[in-house]
RNA sequence: GCGCUCGUAGCUCAGUGGAUAGAGCAACCGCCUUCUAAGCGGUCGGUCGUUGGUUCGAUCCCAACCGGGCGCGCCA
């Protein structure tokens, strides 16, 4: 099903054609929501940017472009304003017919894409051995939303979670635990998570200051990728170990990933370092292994190195990260790659993206993308700590989320002298509190920084999660008062007569749009901004049009927009990851 | 020093090469005998960091500068 826009669009390009030309077959329509609603719901700016082009005032290029233009099924007749803007409003009548349209299909009218794609997002990658905090939730979520998003429009998503499983840490850390620790070497959960955490820390403060345990943790590291068994017990507990924390936080955000770490790609690096020395990439500085790099200078202005294998002929990050590509090209036939890191790791991935580009490993058909965040920062405008300095785990900041919309819900039951059961005020808390969490990060522009606030965060008010479940609530709402159960996929017949009837007919008609633009910006807060529109143009709707009371028809025609709202509700909800609520 | 990024209402942030730049919060004023008022309506609030340039038209593109954040050889 097309959207206004689409039809639109389709019927412009014709006359366009018809009226100046066929050189203009791929000229852009310029169709946009109009800037201000008297003006109608879309305008062309395209009279205006072809003026010069054929040397005719913006007027006459509209006048001729509508001559050509059947639209009278769609809107009113569309007028000329200003220097030249073609305006458009949208009949009712076809309004009603597109909605009636939308409701005979569970997906809503919208299309999966003619060619799928084959779609990697990378996202998550907690490491091994630390906690997950408020840095990896970012990853998480619009990750996850990002893929919900391509997998609705019928992508092939393969969403994995590339965890720091492999390197030089887990050296210090096994030389430091059979110090302190030799147990959790060698039996299952001899360690909690938190005590792994502070091992580590300790470990790597260890690391720093003790040249001789230095030396021994290279030698642990060395141990471990030759594939020492008693080495390899070890790492293989303290992933177990931490995988089984970091599940507990993706069942609790409903998150599904792949795990594929660093390991993973640890028997194709040497195949990197031999193909850049073939493809003459690869220069030896200073006894590491190096591409320099074109457009990079470091803090002396000289050329700066990608270095791919360090001196102690150990692999950093940047190898892994190739190989992965690599593999996820030729073994995984990915047409698009998509990395969820935040806005700090650009530069290295522009890097290993060049050096990757100029080993030829990547064919044109193949678009990799790096999707970067902002930092999640404190009210000082720095990185985000605790009072005491430390990270805030992931795990207490949404129990914490929990906690507080549970606080709230409560608060209100009791206002309101409601029964409810603590089955109840549990579920509803759960998904409010994550809910929240995930809505208040999603709703923010991806690449901003990103100034955390539990009040914020909990908030009930405004562009908030609750706001727009509290929408669909109000549907449920009207069901229940007139004892009625969801129309299955009947046709009612939409009549669209107030003002607020239009005004919400139109909006439910955008959301294909709005994906669109999705996967191609891969901005969620794109869909938080459409949805946050739609629950206030809902409960516009809501307050000035009874629904119950109606006469027949209206009432029928009505519950159908009522329907039609709570369905795109949960559906665009559900695309960044949010449940629903009948009640709360 | 170099690079990336951000700078929009008191606060938090959307937004776009096009007509008079928008929300939310906060403040103030209204609206519950009527489908949950976690709502709706209204008022107040702006030299879109500064200065130039490109353009018929710039908050948006380009340059310089100012300010915040982040990054820049063997961590990831």
Known sequence: ????????????????????????????????????????????????????????????????????????????????????????????????????????????????????????????????????????????????????????????????????????????????????????????????????????????????????????????????????????????????????????????????????????????????????????????DQGAKCVFLDGYTNKNGDPQPLIIQKSDRGFNYATTDLAALRYRIQQDHADRIIYVTDAGQAAHFAQFFQVARRAGWIPESVQITHVPFGLVQGDDGKKLKTRSGDTIRLQDLLDQAIAGAKADLETRIKKEDRPETPEFIDHAAHVLGISAVKYADLSQNRTSNYVFSYDKMLALQGNTAPYLIYAYVRVQGIYRKGQLTEQASTTTQILLQEETELVLARHLLQLTDVLNLVTHDLLPNRLCQYLFELSQKFNQFYDRCPVLQAEPSQRQSRLALCQLTAHTLKLGLSLLGIQVLDRM
């Open 1 to 284: 099903m097309n959207s206004p826009l689409d039809d639109l669009k389709a019927r412009f390009s014709q006359a366009l054609v018809a009226a100046l030309g066929s050189e203009l077959a791929n000229a852009d329509p310029l169709l946009v929501s109009a800037s201000n609603p008297k003006f109608g719901d879309y305008q062309s700016n395209a009279p205006l940017s072809l003026a010069k082009a054929c040397g005719q005032s913006p007027r006459a290029i509209a006048e001729q472009i509508l001559t050509q233009l059947d639209v009278s099924d769609l809107c009113d007749p569309p007028t000329i304003a200003g220097p030249g803007f073609i305006n458009f409003q949208l009949k009712s009548s076809y309004l009603g017919s597109q909605l009636e349209q939308m409701q005979a299909d569970p997906r809503l009218g919208i299309a999966c894409v003619a060619t799928p794609q084959r779609v990697v997002v990378d996202f998550s990658s907690p490491n091994i051995a630390k906690e997950m905090h408020v840095g990896h939730l970012r990853s998480t979520i619009i990750g996850d939303c990002i893929a919900r998003v391509l997998e609705f429009l019928g992508h092939d998503v393969l969403r994995l979670n590339h965890i720091g499983d492999w390197g030089t840490q887990f050296g210090m850390l096994i030389t430091y635990l059979r110090e302190v620790c030799p147990q959790a070497l060698t039996t299952s959960d001899a360690l909690d998570l938190g005590d792994l955490v502070s091992f580590y820390k300790q470990a790597k403060q260890r690391f720093d200051s003790d040249p001789g345990f230095q030396e021994i943790a290279r030698q642990e590291v060395v141990r471990l990728q030759s594939g020492q068994p008693d080495s390899l017990k070890a790492w293989q507990l303290l992933c177990a170990q931490s995988r089984r924390e970091f599940q507990k936080i993706y069942d609790l955000l409903d998150i599904h990933l792949i795990e594929r770490g660093e390991s993973f790609y640890n028997p194709l690096l040497s195949a990197i370092v031999e193909d850049l020395t073939t493809a003459g990439l690869l220069v030896e």
